[in-house]
């Protein structure tokens, strides 16, 4: 069972108020049942310096996969992950730059954690990653091992970023 959408809209109203000043124009919040390599995705249309034509040019998405649990573990987790997008959305939307992690983002993550939110650049959700995951490479070199859920790995063309070995598809017995 997810959160339902009004209630995801709360949430962020109530940090756009205590955390930007309620500077950051509204923007759509969806659960995507298909993002399972993060829990959450800020996206927009055009560049930051581009004028926002209606909400659907930006959204925030959340992973329906990885925090759909209502424990107050995935709570928190929930809250913590729509702070992080919503610092993306402050640096396209206010300080009109190319949402990253770096100095403007780390800032904004250290004034909002120091209010218990708990906000971090990696999120620790390998094991349910790994879950949902469907396909794995290893690297020949290595070992390092890569689950998707989808086969987006091309060993032909990609190689291990740890090492860059080469890359071999596990069978489906081995990768799960």
């Given at each position: 069972m997810t959160v339902d959408?009004?209630?995801l809209q709360r949430l962020w109203t109530d940090l756009n108020l205590r955390h930007f000043g309620g500077g950051l124009p509204s923007i759509e919040i969806l659960w995507s049942r298909r993002l399972t390599a993060s829990a959450g995705l800020f996206v927009s249309r055009g560049g930051p310096r581009v004028p926002v034509i209606g909400a659907r040019q930006r959204r925030i998405r959340l992973s329906a996969p990885l925090l759909h649990d209502t424990s107050p573990r995935a709570a928190r987790e929930l809250l913590a992950t729509l702070a992080h997008e919503m610092i993306h959305q402050w640096q396209f939307d206010v300080l009109k730059r190319r949402p990253n992690h770096g100095?403007?983002?780390?800032?904004?993550?250290?004034?909002?954690?120091?209010?218990?939110?708990?906000i971090t650049i990696r999120?620790?959700?390998?094991?349910?990653?790994?879950?949902?995951a469907r396909y794995a490479w290893q690297c020949l070199n290595c070992g390092r091992t890569y689950a998707r859920q989808r086969r987006t790995i091309e060993p032909r063309r990609h190689r291990c970023g740890s090492c860059r070995g080469k890359l071999q598809e596990l069978s489906a017995e081995k990768s799960l």
């Open positions: 959408p009004a209630h100095q403007d983002f780390r800032r904004k993550m250290g004034e909002m954690n120091r209010a218990g939110l708990g999120h620790d959700l390998t094991e349910a990653v790994r879950r949902l």
